[in-house]
């Protein structure tokens, strides 16, 4: 890792709130979706910044917001100190080009009817200046090589490539426009242990290579935990958690990443009767309807009746080096933190 | 399982275990051509035990447990050699009407996509209560309460209540312990899991896990559990079986698979795992992909990716070599693999 302090994405208070509504003729807006509910943090050059999460709190919502693909409610996202999300129409182009997205699933994500030459060469299509018409065959040869597919398949389709070769695809398609920031959602969740592996390496080899920053999305906490430098963990569209990743997994302080991280299973049968597991109960809240105060005191242990008045903002508490949005942060042992 | 089941089944007069693969061979004919799916499959799992089934995508894992459900879809599949023993009596050789009662109360399952395999328009109470009206032909009344018990045991909150919702009115998780529900309704003596907490979060899945425990340890129930989770094997497996290109590769118990794995592909799975003290260094990466079943390797099926072969291995099929009387390794050269030294 040799991410600097330069700070190239900035995001503040961000808000992104779907409107709920009810009616077939008439549409009356009957309340909202809090996806993404206040969130700020900033990204470093070739830094990567790993967010976990249980499914529906807000991640690939935030991800969207971070590439302007959907505008936010409020609040701001600023690249290299400029504005995406009030930017416009040559401007937003530009500024696009340095945010790229890798996806979830490889098996869909890729157009099967496009050669995989197309597939990885349409950002030069949108982005005409970056590459010569002339030169663009032998640029797109070039980036499937980086990302280890062999150059001469270019003329190939999506489906004769498996999960694993398909992910390459993307990220060689990510690649093209030379971003400075790539945001990865669940690069291989949809892969196969053995497979995940050679992505994973992978995407580490050319952040050195290009000074990339990552935003790595997932919900595998060891995956995140080898690939991150910092870590912010979400529960209904805020973040109640920000760190180093030694501080998230060796010394978390808010209540729902310890039970996160203890309820990840360890990949070592030793000592397995005796292991401590925190089981939370029920299932996360609507992000439709969530509790006042403290979003996690409906499945807190801890809560008290100050959870129930005050949001706990996210700030640097006493007895901790790192952000945690609890009331009552404190360091805990999580026994089997990987 | 019922009275007449178990006289049928001739229980308590057979020395194996309780439920038994033996060479068990399946394939699909495709247009494509023949895919050998599973190529001499034999495992088996006692009551009150679990065994794991771990293996690549595509290794023939849901095909070996759809072939003991008996709800393997033939044509395209066909089952051409090996015999699949619950008490000591060959299933492939029942009649339909004797699989049937087996499916349900003797084994059942948990299927993999589970989520989508409850009926969208029927409520879930009433999905549950089918299984006591088609096999126990309860009443209408009593079905429903014992689905309600059923849900209750499962812990949906509120079950007396939520019996007549439908499933999109449910959570992920609480659909997924609805299609357990179900598994369980008739007490099985085994139940096959299939994936059956790979589409959930990790707090959910814990859940899950936890109740799959305490429903074996209530009713003694032998678990076939299947997943490619290394971590969730590590927490309740007592056997493992590993399958790679539609073979078992390793069986082991748990602790003696973790600590010294003895098949090169096992030990590979076990090396990529993201460590902690491994961190800002490569991982542990398998090369190359997955073997193609329409043109399966020669020789042993792992070798174009493993990093022991020798020259026999592109032509001579391992056998699964006896380790010792509860471990097995399909390579040829495990000595050397399990040698490497405990981990
Ligand atoms: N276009 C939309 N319209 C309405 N609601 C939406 C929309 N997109 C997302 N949501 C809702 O916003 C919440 C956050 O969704 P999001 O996809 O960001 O979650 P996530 O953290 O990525 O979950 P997962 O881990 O399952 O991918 C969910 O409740 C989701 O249903
Ligand atoms: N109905 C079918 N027709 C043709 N081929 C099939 C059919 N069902 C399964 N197969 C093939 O049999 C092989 C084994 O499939 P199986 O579903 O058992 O894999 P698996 O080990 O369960 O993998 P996964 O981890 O992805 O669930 C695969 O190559 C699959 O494509
Ligand atoms: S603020 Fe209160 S409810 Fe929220 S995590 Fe902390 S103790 Fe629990
Ligand atoms: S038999 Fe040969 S190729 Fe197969 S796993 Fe053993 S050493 Fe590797
Ligand atoms: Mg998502
Ligand atoms: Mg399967």
């Given at each position: 890792m040799k991410a600097s302090a330069?700070?190239?994405?900035?995001?503040?208070?961000?808000?992104?709130?779907?409107?709920?509504?009810?009616?077939?003729?008439?549409?009356?807006?009957?309340?909202?979706?809090?996806?993404?509910?206040?969130?700020?943090?900033?990204?470093?050059?070739g830094e990567t910044l790993g967010i976990v999460g249980e499914s529906g709190c807000g991640k690939s919502t935030l991800a969207k917001l971070l590439m302007a693909l959907e505008r936010p409610t409020s609040g701001s996202v600023r690249v290299h100190g400029r504005d995406i999300t009030s930017a416009r129409g040559a401007e937003l182009k530009r500024m696009r080009r340095n945010i790229q997205m890798v996806m979830q699933d490889p098996y869909t994500s890729l157009n099967p009817r496009m050669t995989v030459g197309d597939i990885v060469g349409e950002p030069f299509e949108i982005h005409s200046d970056v590459v010569p018409k002339g030169g663009r065959r032998r640029r797109v040869q070039e980036l499937l090589e980086v990302v280890g597919l062999n150059p001469d398949h270019i003329n190939r389709y999506p489906h004769q490539f498996s999960g694993g070769q398909r992910q390459r695809i993307g990220i060689a398609r990510g690649l093209a426009l030379q971003p400075e920031i790539i945001i990865c959602d669940e690069p291989v969740s949809?892969?196969?242990?053995?497979?995940?592996?050679?992505?994973?390496?992978?995407?580490?080899?050319?952040?050195?290579?290009?000074?990339?920053?990552?935003?790595f999305i997932a919900h595998d906490l060891s995956v995140v935990r080898h690939i991150s430098d910092r870590v912010a963990v979400m529960y209904l569209g805020k973040i109640v958690e920000l760190g180093r990743d030694a501080e998230i997994y060796d010394s978390p302080t808010h209540p729902y990443t310890q039970a996160l991280l203890s309820a990840v299973p360890v990949?070592?049968?030793?000592?397995?009767?005796?292991r401590q597991r925190i089981i939370l109960q029920g299932d996360?809240?609507?992000?439709?309807?969530?509790?006042?105060?403290?979003?996690?005191?409906?499945?807190?242990?801890?809560?008290?009746?100050?959870?129930?008045?005050?949001?706990?903002?996210?700030?640097?508490?006493?007895?901790?080096?790192?952000?945690?949005?609890?009331?009552?942060?404190?360091?805990?042992?999580?026994?089997?933190?990987? | 399982?019922?009275?007449?089941?178990?006289?049928?089944?001739?229980?308590?007069s057979h020395s194996g275990a309780l439920l038994e693969v033996d060479d068990l061979h399946v394939e699909f004919r495709t247009r494509a051509g023949v895919a050998k799916?599973?190529?001499?499959?034999?495992?088996?799992v006692d009551a009150g035990?679990?065994?794991?089934?771990?293996?690549?995508?595509?290794?023939?894992?849901?095909?070996t447990a759809q072939t003991i459900m008996g709800i393997l879809d033939i044509p395209p599949g066909k089952v051409t050699g090996g015999e699949i023993r619950f008490r000591g009596v060959d299933l492939l050789k029942l009649p339909e009407d004797q699989r049937r009662r087996i499916r349900g109360e003797g084994i059942s399952m948990v299927f993999q996509d589970a989520l989508s395999s409850l009926n969208p328009v029927f409520p879930v109470g009433w999905q549950i209560a089918e299984m006591f009206r088609m096999h126990r032909g309860t009443s209408r009344?009593?079905?429903?309460?014992?689905?309600?018990?059923?849900?209750?045991?499962?812990?949906?909150?509120?079950?007396?209540?939520?019996?007549?919702?439908?499933?999109?009115?449910?959570?992920?998780?609480?659909?997924?312990?609805?299609?357990?529900?179900?598994?369980?309704?008739?007490?099985?003596?085994?139940?096959?899991?299939?994936?059956?907490?790979?589409?959930?979060?990790?707090?959910?899945?814990?859940?899950?896990?936890?109740?799959?425990?305490?429903?074996?340890?209530?009713?003694?129930?032998?678990?076939?559990?299947?997943?490619h989770d290394l971590g969730v094997v590590a927490d309740v497996a007592d056997k493992i079986a590993v399958m790679y290109g539609g073979r078992i590769v390793e069986n082991a118990p748990v602790h003696e698979l973790y600590k010294n794995p003895a098949h090169p592909y096992s030990k590979g799975l076990l090396e990529s795992i993201p460590r902690v003290d491994h961190k800002g260094q490569e991982l542990y990466a398998i090369k190359g992909l997955p073997p193609n079943l329409l043109e399966m390797p020669t020789g042993c099926a792992f070798h174009p990716r493993c990093p022991y072969r020798r020259d026999n291995c592109v032509t001579d099929v391992p056998p699964l070599y006896t380790i010792s009387g509860t471990r097995g390794s399909a390579c040829h050269y495990w000595r050397e693999v399990i040698d490497e030294g405990e981990r």
């Open positions: 330069e700070s190239i994405l900035e995001v503040r208070d961000l808000v992104k709130h779907f409107p709920l509504t009810q009616g077939v003729v008439v549409k009356r807006q009957i309340g909202a979706i809090k996806a993404v509910d206040g969130v700020s943090f900033d990204l470093h050059r949809a892969l196969d242990v053995s497979i995940q592996a050679q992505v994973m390496n992978l995407l580490e080899r050319l952040q050195n290579e290009f000074d990339l920053a990552y935003i990949p070592d049968p030793e000592g397995r009767e005796t996360p809240p609507s992000p439709a309807n969530p509790p006042s105060g403290c979003h996690f005191r409906t499945r807190c242990w801890k809560a008290q009746d100050i959870c129930a008045q005050q949001a706990p903002a996210l700030e640097v508490r006493p007895g901790s080096g790192h952000p945690s949005a609890c009331h009552f942060a404190e360091v805990r042992d999580v026994v089997n933190a990987q | 399982m019922t009275e007449v089941l178990s006289e049928q089944m001739g229980s308590g799916a599973v190529n001499g499959v034999t495992y088996s035990e679990t065994l794991a089934v771990l293996g690549e995508s595509g290794s023939g894992k849901s095909v009344a009593d079905a429903k309460k014992k689905a309600v018990e059923l849900m209750d045991r499962v812990r949906i909150p509120a079950a007396k209540e939520r019996v007549n919702d439908f499933p999109h009115q449910f959570s992920g998780g609480m659909r997924q312990r609805i299609m357990i529900a179900m598994a369980i309704a008739l007490d099985p003596e085994i139940l096959i899991a299939d994936e059956p907490t790979t589409a959930l979060d990790v707090t959910v899945q814990a859940q899950i896990m936890g109740l799959l425990a305490e429903l074996q340890r209530d009713s003694n129930m032998g678990l076939i559990l299947i997943t």
